[in-house]
């Protein structure tokens, strides 16, 4: 019998871990208990002490990762910032999460395709992102002339293409552009200013 230690702590943090790694790059499908072991550097019975299933172990993952950035998206959705200054706030922090997790547009993508309801009911529980704010703002924003005509769920799913495409093509920008990791973050670090440039630019009056 396995017995708890000070250790114990450590030892979930590294499977945890472990288990983010092999989740992202393979999706459960592909994963096996003695993939997220192997990382880890534990044996496969002491993850088991730890975590009874695969399932239960990736939900676990899937629900923290899934749900980083939401809260700061809602957050940004109800402040009362110009809806310029919500456009900077919302691409920077967007591509910030996804430079921490590279792997993380994959990831949610594929339990998407995997299970769609299931995986959205996880990444928003029962909350769907307050676009309708952002609908408001911008209703305003047009009746003063400041702004050209644009649906909200537009201004958005704009925003989010553009963040997230060079990550979820990020093997084929950096053959295509002989970019080495470090010029790929450089990059992707300059586009937090030109995509805000670029989404601000299409729809200014």
């Not at 456009?87 to 967007?94: L, M, P, R, S």
């Not at 925003?159 to 552009?177: D, E, G, K, N, Y």
Request: net charge positive.
């Amino acid at each position: 019998m396995i017995k708890e230690n000070k250790n114990d702590k450590s030892t979930e943090q590294k499977i945890l871990e472990a288990a983010k790694q092999v989740f992202m790059e393979k999706g459960i499908d592909g994963a096996r208990m003695q993939d997220i072991a192997d990382k880890a550097g534990i044996n496969k019975a002491l993850l088991h002490y730890y975590f009874r299933s695969k399932e239960k172990l990736f939900e676990m993952i899937f629900m923290e990762e899934a749900r980083k950035f939401m809260p700061k998206v809602t957050s940004i959705m109800m402040s009362e910032l110009t809806l310029f200054e919500k456009v900077e706030k919302f691409v920077g922090e967007y591509i910030d999460t996804l430079l921490q997790n590279p792997l993380l547009p994959i990831f949610i993508l594929n339990e998407i395709n995997r299970n769609p309801k299931e995986a959205i009911k996880k990444i928003f529980g029962n909350q769907r992102p307050p676009i309708d704010k952002v609908d408001e703002l911008i209703t305003k924003l047009v009746k003063k002339g400041e702004i050209k005509p644009i649906k909200g769920i537009e201004l958005m799913v704009n925003m989010v293409s553009m963040c997230i495409f060079p990550f979820l093509a990020r093997p084929m920008v950096q053959w295509i552009t002989k970019a080495t990791d470090e010029e790929f973050i450089n990059l992707m670090e300059l586009r937090k200013k030109t995509v805000v440039k670029f989404v601000i630019d299409s729809i200014k009056k």
